[in-house]
């Protein structure tokens, strides 16, 4: 399916049940799971779920966590996710973007699921380059204010603990919390004036998110001023200069 195709939500249920049913288990097995705030999962879509990305295994946990269809709108590329997983994001198939573009067809797409009552799954800050929060990309936002969804902010602790802790010998903590949703926002305006109202709704996402995980994690959403300068340089955006689809064409190889 082509990305500018138009997509009927839910899509490829077969695949993605036995995922589902994948993720549970492997959570069960190797890592110490818990589960905050299974109260405030709403019955269903429209819905964008947003959550901190710090590890390439952040999809599953979202995938564990969220009990509906999930369809994800996410990098072309994962970079720091090892091989024998990469299979994974390609049999549960998602809408692809090229990290500094504007990705219209996947974002035409992602509205498309909304629009149908679907749970989009977005990682704001759009890449995994840092353990602390980021400020986000436009897309979540854009998607919300677009389509008038509600979000859902989710925040994963743990994730990137869980391969080193099992090399120890021994099973890491993971705790995945839901808060509560928030919006819906509109935008109005065009150019800079649109881009900064954006940016304050990605902030804003941020924010709620920040909430759902450690104060060490908190990055530029924290109240400490420490930790907000320790995380000085990871807000710099690995494609902001060059897309990932010149790396891909191999310009800048």
Avoid: C
Wanted: aromatic content about 10%; hydrophobic content about 40%; glycine content about 12%.
């Amino acid at each position: 399916m082509k990305t500018g195709d138009r997509i009927r939500y839910p899509r490829r249920r077969l695949f993605r049940g036995l995922l589902r049913v994948l993720a549970r288990a492997a959570f069960s097995v190797l890592s110490d799971l818990h589960i905050v705030g299974q109260e405030n999962l709403p019955k269903g879509g429209p819905l964008v779920v947003v959550a901190n990305h710090f590890s390439f295994i952040d999809p599953v946990a979202m995938v564990r966590t969220a009990p509906w269809p999930l369809e994800f709108i996410g990098g072309f590329r994962n970079p720091s996710a090892p091989r024998i997983v990469t299979w994974i994001p390609k049999v549960w198939g998602y809408l692809p973007v090229f990290r500094g573009t504007a990705s219209r067809r996947a974002l035409q797409a992602a509205e498309t699921a909304l629009t149908q009552g679907g749970v989009l799954g977005v990682f704001p800050e759009g890449g995994s380059w840092a353990t602390v929060l980021r400020p986000a990309r436009p897309g979540a936002a854009f998607l919300a204010a677009r389509t008038g969804a509600p979000l859902l902010p989710m925040g994963f602790d743990g994730l990137v603990d869980l391969f080193p802790s099992l090399h120890q010998g021994r099973r890491a903590r993971v705790t995945l919390r839901i808060g509560r949703p928030f919006g819906p926002f509109h935008v109005t305006g065009r150019g800079r004036e649109r881009r900064r109202q954006l940016d304050d709704i990605g902030h804003e996402i941020m924010r709620h998110i920040a909430e759902l995980i450690p104060p060490g994690r908190r990055g530029h959403y924290s109240d400490d001023p420490a930790v907000r300068a320790a995380a000085k340089g990871t807000e710099v955006y690995p494609w902001a200069t060059a897309s990932e689809r010149d790396f891909v064409t191999g310009e800048f190889l």
